[in-house]
């Protein structure tokens, strides 16, 4: 970030984009699959995982962000990247009976 641009907002948001990226990154060969339900035709299933993983992450930002702020939005939203990873992993194997 200091190499693209030396205004000092952008450097106080470094600890954020980096909690977001680490989130992205451990969740990232999952993401491609999160429609993999309905590719399957179960839209019912489909609803149901995207319905909890948009609750974990209205959870997650009600707890965290009253006690750190910005810091605690990003962690919330990178721990709902990998929570949604390991979500589908988990209903895949329960619903479509495979290993991913």
Do not use: R, W
């Amino acid at each position: 970030i200091n190499l693209l641009n030396k205004n000092l907002d952008y450097q106080d948001s470094t600890k954020i984009f980096i909690i977001l990226i680490v989130g992205i990154v451990i969740s990232s060969s999952y993401i491609p699959l999160n429609n993999l339900f309905l590719m399957a035709n179960y839209p019912e299933i489909q609803t149901k995982f995207m319905f909890l993983i948009v609750s974990f992450n209205i959870i997650m930002n009600f707890v965290l962000i009253p006690f750190f702020g910005l810091i605690g939005a990003s962690f919330a939203t990178s721990l709902t990247f990998v929570f949604s990873a390991y979500m589908l992993k988990k209903l895949a194997k329960k619903y479509i009976d495979i290993k991913i």
